[in-house]
């Protein structure tokens, strides 16, 4: 905007939008698959922007790459051997599941290599995961890359995803949870972007629904963290377990030990997750939970 302020406009948030002031554009360019930008703001540090939506903050990232990292890493009933990652290409997904030592792969499928690049370049303290030996970079479509997975593969699958418009709309549709569940061991999980409560509660609805079809005989649960920085400052996930032997794995219980930052390495020390923050995690308030109930 001409007066120096960045507002989030999108059909998906209509008739409102978060602003910020913007110090300084840091980068500005077209990828095959959106529009990327990376700004300084004052507030909340350097600013990563796909097609006009937020990524990520400096300031507040952590509360959510956090979460979706360690809540499904946490909940699984092993110590998890091999994980993947879809999308989330600025690398601070990478950096959070790096910090369990018992993960001997982590393999993730970015669609868009310049959001690699730019992160990089600006984001060290999110990058950083990139610099894991155990990390394999493939740069595809993550649908693509999760249908030609050897079955039984994974035991966690982290699907950090933009918005349903755009590259991201696969994600959000049956064929991708198919492809995904053939690709988890027994008892594995995944744990994907869910959107907002307040904005996008029959986009939950119909996904948790399409989820509890795809994942029959395990179990489908929403959790939630709160940034403010993300559309009403709230954004949740789907958290779905495969069916093991024995009952569905309740992931509202963390069985893990809390990770710990890998040796040598010089990362910031957890701030968000915690046992009881992943407890709490899947409480709902009631309208959220009536929304929920029985889909
Ligand atoms: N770590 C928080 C940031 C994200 S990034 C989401 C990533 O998903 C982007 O890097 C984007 O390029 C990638 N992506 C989109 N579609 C695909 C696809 N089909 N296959 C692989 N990667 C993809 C999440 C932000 C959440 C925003 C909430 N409003």
């Known amino acids: ?10 059909t998906l948030w209509p008739g409102t939008g978060l602003s910020l002031k913007v110090d ?14 990376v700004v300084k703001t004052g507030a909340f540090g350097t600013v990563l922007i796909l097609d006009g939506a937020i990524q990520c903050t400096d300031r507040d990232e952590f509360s959510y790459q956090e979460m979706i990292a360690h809540l ?3 909940a699984l009933g092993r110590p998890p051997k091999r994980a993947l990652v879809v999308g989330g290409g600025d690398g601070g997904v990478l950096r959070e ?16 290599g310049m959001v690699i690049d730019v992160s990089k370049k600006y984001f060290p303290q999110m ?19 999760v249908q030609d997975s050897p079955k039984g593969q994974y035991d966690i699958i982290v699907v950090d ?3 349903p418009v755009g590259p991201a709309e696969v994600l959000f549709q049956k064929p991708f949870f198919e492809a995904m569940h053939r690709a988890l061991a027994p008892g594995g999980i995944v744990c994907t972007q869910a959107e907002s409560l307040w904005y996008h509660l029959e986009i939950i609805k119909s996904l948790a629904a399409m989820c509890s079809e795809v994942f029959q005989g395990g179990a489908v649960q929403y959790a939630f963290t709160t940034i403010p920085t993300y559309p009403s400052g709230q954004i949740g996930f789907m958290v779905c377990t495969k069916a093991g032997d024995g009952k569905p794995l309740d992931a509202r219980e963390p069985r893990q030990p809390l990770p710990a930052a890998p040796e040598g390495r010089d990362y ?8 009881e923050v992943h407890r709490a995690a899947f409480v ?8 929920l109930a029985g889909s």
């Open 72 to 74: 499904p890493a946490s």
């Open 1 to 10: 905007r001409e007066d120096g302020w960045f507002t989030e406009l999108s």
């Open 161 to 163: 995803s933009s918005d």
């Open 97 to 112: 599941l790096s910090r369990h030592a018992s993960l001997e792969e982590i393999h993730i499928a970015e669609i868009d």
């Open 127 to 145: 990058a950083v995961g990139y610099s894991d030996p155990r990390v394999q970079v493939h740069v595809c479509d993550g649908i693509k890359f």
């Open 268 to 275: 910031p020390p957890l701030r968000y997750y915690n046992h």
């Open 24 to 37: 300084e554009m840091l980068f500005q360019g077209r990828s095959d698959f959106q529009d990327v930008a």
């Open 284 to 291: 709902l308030p009631t309208f959220a939970r009536d929304a």
